[in-house]
């Protein structure tokens, strides 16, 4: 079964990963391109091989699950071998890149200004977070989903400080996504998460907990594997679209699967399934298809652009799930 070959240009990096305002300091960032290159050539040869083993849609899901969990095993020898990623200012652990979500545990992420994403921040006892320094483009794509983030609870009239995103699945069913966290909310996961590092014995002197913090969390666990349960059915479809495709990207997006390193293993696997199902002809993966993913809403994030707050409500969503069902 032929592939598209796989490069490093396929990866482009994540404006996260790019955490200086040096351009040598960034180039060493960008070469994790290479490795992801590495492992989905790596796992597209494996899916392909299993396709061809046992043709099926069945089949096809139970070869989609085996190349994913490989992956996260790839990320996770990875961790163990590159150590931490510079200037996080994040305790690491790699058996976190392949410790599953559990029941009543939530990924966080902070989005806004996030001052420990600029090069050079120094902390503020007295404001609870890191300022001055140089602006990076991790803080910059922070800075710029903080504010779509809040934008979304404009445009889709909630007044809490809770926004609940609701998935479309091809089937009809809505399921309930990641939420997107703000004011009391937001600050409460402040308290939530220095509570967590305090339980582990860390530091939490210096975790930033001023400002107007924006959070995304994670679905679930129970949501999560019906989302990603739904991302590799679309995916195992014998006649596989660019729109089946890209709705299945933002499940994947929408269900990460271990506390660490699922965006890494989605961007990889995604390609890798690309170059086997759809190849020469699947969609780009965009930088920061991470964020996308999580702030913009289903149908900005698989097939509007980035570039506005707008979002779709749920019976455009509903209408955009139709067109993928009769794909």
């Known amino acids: 079964m032929s592939t598209a070959p796989i490069a490093p240009g396929d990866f482009p990096t994540s404006p996260l990963a790019l955490r200086f305002a040096d351009p040598a300091r960034?180039?060493?960032?960008?070469?994790?391109?290479?490795?992801?290159?590495?492992?989905?050539?790596e796992a597209a040869g494996l899916l392909a091989r299993r396709w061809e083993a046992a043709p099926g849609r069945p089949a096809r899901v139970a070869a989609l699950a085996a190349v994913h969990a490989h992956?996260?095993?790839?990320?996770?020898?990875?961790?163990?071998?590159?150590g931490p990623r510079p200037g996080t200012r994040i305790a690491f652990f790699p058996e976190r890149f392949r410790t599953p979500i559990r029941e009543g545990d939530t990924n966080y992420d902070r989005l806004g200004e996030v001052g420990r994403l600029r090069?050079?921040?120094?902390?503020?006892?007295?404001?609870?977070?890191?300022?001055?320094?140089?602006?990076?483009?991790?803080?910059?794509?922070?800075?710029?989903?903080?504010?779509?983030?809040?934008?979304?609870?404009?445009?889709?009239?909630?007044?809490?400080?809770?926004?609940?995103?609701?998935?479309?699945?091809?089937?009809?069913?809505?399921?309930?996504?990641?939420r997107i966290l703000r004011g009391d909310a937001a600050h409460r996961t402040d308290a939530e998460l220095t509570a967590r590092y305090a339980a582990r014995g860390l530091n939490t002197s210096w975790m930033e907990r001023g400002g107007n913090p924006v959070y995304?969390?994670?679905?679930?666990?129970?949501?999560?594997?019906?989302?990603?349960?739904?991302?590799?059915?679309?995916?195992?479809?014998?006649?596989?679209?660019?729109?089946?495709?890209?709705?299945?990207?933002?499940l994947l997006f929408q269900a990460p699967q271990t506390k660490k390193g699922s965006d890494a293993v989605s961007r990889t696997f995604v390609v890798a399934v690309g170059a086997v199902a759809l190849p020469g002809a699947a969609p780009a993966l965009p930088e920061d298809i991470?964020?996308?993913?999580?702030?913009?809403?289903?149908?900005?994030?698989?097939c509007g652009s980035?570039?506005?707050?707008?979002?779709?409500?749920?019976?455009?969503?509903?209408?955009?799930?139709?067109?993928a069902a009769r794909g």
């Open 26 to 41: 960034q180039v060493k960032a960008r070469a994790f391109a290479v490795e992801q290159a590495k492992a989905a050539t």
């Open 71 to 82: 992956l996260v095993d790839w990320r996770y020898r990875l961790a163990v071998t590159m």
């Open 119 to 178: 090069e050079g921040a120094q902390w503020d006892q007295a404001a609870h977070a890191f300022t001055g320094g140089l602006a990076t483009p991790a803080w910059e794509a922070m800075v710029r989903y903080g504010r779509l983030a809040e934008e979304r609870f404009a445009v889709e009239g909630v007044e809490g400080d809770t926004l609940q995103n609701r998935v479309l699945l091809p089937d009809g069913r809505l399921v309930a996504g990641n």
């Open 216 to 250: 995304t969390a994670s679905p679930t666990p129970r949501d999560s594997a019906v989302l990603h349960a739904a991302a590799l059915d679309l995916l195992a479809r014998p006649r596989l679209t660019a729109e089946d495709y890209l709705l299945a990207r933002y």
């Open 290 to 302: 991470d964020l996308r993913c999580y702030v913009l809403g289903q149908c900005l994030a698989t």
């Open 306 to 323: 980035a570039g506005t707050g707008r979002s779709c409500d749920v019976r455009g969503a509903r209408e955009a799930g139709g067109r």
